[in-house]
């Protein structure tokens, strides 16, 4: 199970940092992902990072202003917005894949297990 909070409203060039907690399996033994789906347009991936937290990678429209990171002694994931612009707005979600055999997984179809989702919205 995948729960996200730290959505909400936030003014454009503010910061917002989501989590998201898993439970129900070894959190440390999968990769990691965010996504986001805004309204009338597919879910698109954000970010994502290996086990171990040591490499991840970013979609070019948030790379330099997001970062994703996990805790794995807590089994959280985390994903650190800083100079949000309207155009950010979207419902987040975090996303686990069901093999531990993927290594920086930046596809949906990687993906098996996905959070409620928690709504982002930036206001100019």
């Known amino acids: 199970q995948l729960v996200e909070s730290g959505g909400g409203l936030v003014q454009a060039g503010g910061s917002l940092r989501l989590s998201c907690v898993a439970s129900?399996?070894?959190?440390?033994?999968?990769?990691m992902g965010w996504f986001r789906q805004a309204p009338g347009k597919e879910r698109e991936f954000v970010a994502a990072?290996?086990?171990?937290?040591?490499?991840?990678t970013y979609a070019d429209s948030v790379k330099g202003r997001f970062t994703i990171s996990r805790d794995n002694a807590k089994n959280t994931l985390y994903l650190q917005m800083d100079s949000l612009t309207p155009e950010d707005t979207a419902v987040y979600y975090c996303a686990a894949p069901g093999s531990t055999s993927y290594y920086l997984p930046k596809s949906k179809g990687q993906y098996d297990y996905w959070g409620q989702g928690t709504q982002v919205t930036v206001s100019s």
């Open positions: 990072l290996t086990r171990s937290g040591l490499t991840t």
């Open positions: 129900g399996r070894t959190f440390s033994n999968y990769a």
